[in-house]
């Protein structure tokens, strides 16, 4: 059964095993940039504290606050989601409020959907925001599979600036996702 926790470095060696399945890919949903060191303890450690920082991190160069959570089954780091606070200009054109990954090894499980859908009903707990935006690319079916399974309705396809399309989704919280 997946669960939803904060980072931790209780996860390091099961992290590690997923990071190598990803082959130098982007790990979306994982906050993970190029120059992040997470094969040591130490810099697995540091990582870790950024994320969980960043939940409450004043917005700074574009980052706005961002909570972070891994899906888990067990011990076993399966993936990551991420809900980023509000949008700026950026992110309401091209990222979106949520993203997420699952290690190659566990797709087609339903993690990512499940994941989804508990982060949804956990905003709309909340109280806000009233929607989410999702983006992902065009050519990316899966995501987008998930992403309509959980709600989401199409607003547009747009051009990034690398050149790829990318889908712009909305999902309605509180959405009806069962």
Request: charged share 25%; aromatic share 10%.
């Amino acid at each position: 059964m997946f669960e939803l926790v904060a980072p931790d470095v209780s996860f390091h060696q099961s992290f590690i095993e997923s990071h190598g399945e990803w082959d130098g890919a982007h790990q979306d949903g994982a906050g993970l940039f190029p120059d992040d060191d997470v094969t040591t303890r130490e810099g697995f450690a540091a990582w870790v504290k950024r994320l969980t920082d960043a939940e409450h991190a004043p917005e700074k160069d574009g980052f706005v606050p961002c909570t972070y959570r891994w899906i888990t089954e067990g011990e076993r780091y399966v993936g990551a989601i991420a809900f980023r606070h509000y949008l700026t200009p950026y992110l309401l054109n091209s990222g979106g409020h949520i993203g997420y990954g699952v290690r190659p090894s566990d797709r087609g499980r339903g993690a990512a959907s499940w994941a989804l859908r508990e982060v949804c009903d956990r905003l709309s707990v909340q109280g806000e925001p009233e929607r989410v935006l999702l983006t992902c690319d065009d050519t990316n079916e899966a995501s987008a599979k998930t992403i309509e399974r959980c709600g989401g309705v199409l607003e547009d396809v747009r051009t990034g600036t690398d050149g790829r399309d990318f889908r712009r989704y909305w999902i309605g919280i509180p959405a009806s996702l069962s």
